[in-house]
């Protein structure tokens, strides 16, 4: 049952890691059968699946878009997003700040990197993450707030090298927090690991783990 396997897992967690419950693909019915053991925190990776069911669903549930985001979709998800894991350019985060600007609300999102050896993953490179800090368009943002990091290691069963695109992860989070970030209590976020590699990110120092099909079953 979901809410056996979602006690299962929240046991297994420190307290300082926060549990995203990827709900994608998987009904509303599922949703609040975890929504009714406490789960508040839920990840979707479709913009209109989440919007469907966040009109569906209890408005204290804490959504979260973790897949990949067109510009021109953020306007649906603005009003009522917790957090955007996946930015992953300056246009996506221009327009994030616009729609933030015109419903007076600061919307938190993730700077989502390029840690796996796969080509088609989405993400970032550290440089290019440097220079978006720096950058006045950045600066002159008013309506984000950049609350930390994000990345998806590569698929495959070789261990070590999950770990090393980890701890990549980890070391530019590091970075960005010594660079830009020192006294923002809020940039404290390294969204990874999923449900076949979440006890090794954890170990490689996530904050957030995005657990799907452990908890609700094959998709
Ligand atoms: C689907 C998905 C997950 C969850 O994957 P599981 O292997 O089912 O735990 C986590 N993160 C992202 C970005 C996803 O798209």
Redesign the pocket.
Known sequence: MISDRLEKIRKSLPPHVTL?A?S?TKPTTAIQEAYDVGQRDF?E?KVQEMVEKADQLPKDIRWHL??HLQSNKVKYIAPFVHLI??VDSIKLLSEINKQGLKLGRIIDCLLQFHIAQEETKFGFELSEVLELLDSTDYNNHTNIRICGV?G?ASFTEDETQVRAEFKTLHANFIQLKNVYFKNADFFDTI?M????D?QMAIEEGSTLV???????G??
């Open positions: 995203v990827v994608k990840g990776n973790i897949g894991h996946s994000m998806m969204s690991g999923m449900s076949g979440f995005r657990v799907g099909s452990t908890i609700f094959g998709r």
